[in-house]
């Protein structure tokens, strides 16, 4: 496995810290990193509601990236609580699907960190409404 997965996986590792902040919310029980092509990583945390208002460790690590003022994203990790495993979800697919609409497919994404399991954007998402194909 490439060292980049490890750097990020122990990014989004430092960052995964589950705490209950109120009894509607809870923060950090997913947490993620977002390598920009620049080379930059970046990191959230799930937020969770009671009432949907809450947002994806993936998306909140995209956010963190455009926030400072990068838009590109080369390679996406999440460490969600079943043991490492598991893909986007839709929400999170679409956005880096708008967001690079016209190379999404190539974006890498960890899929299994302890198999080193990874695949595409374009995999996972091969046929979708804004595609250029």
Not at 28 to 38: F, I, N, P, R, W
Request: contains cysteine; hydrophobic residues 40%; aromatic residues 8%.
């Amino acid at each position: 496995m490439d060292r980049i997965w490890k750097e990020m996986h122990d990014a989004a590792e430092a960052v995964l810290r589950p705490v209950r902040i109120s009894e509607y919310v809870t923060a950090g029980e997913v947490s993620a990193a977002v390598l920009s092509k620049s080379g930059k990583i970046y990191t959230g945390v799930c937020i969770d509601t009671c009432s949907t208002l809450g947002i994806c460790a993936e998306r909140n690590a995209i956010f963190n990236m455009i926030t400072n003022g990068e838009y590109e994203i080369d390679k996406l990790l999440c460490i969600p609580p079943n043991e490492g495993k598991g893909a986007p979800c839709g929400a999170c697919r679409e956005l880096m699907v708008q967001l690079m609409p016209e190379n999404y497919k190539d974006i890498e994404i960890m899929l299994d960190y302890n198999s080193g399991k990874v695949t595409t954007l374009g995999k996972l998402t091969p046929e979708w409404w804004i595609d250029y194909d």
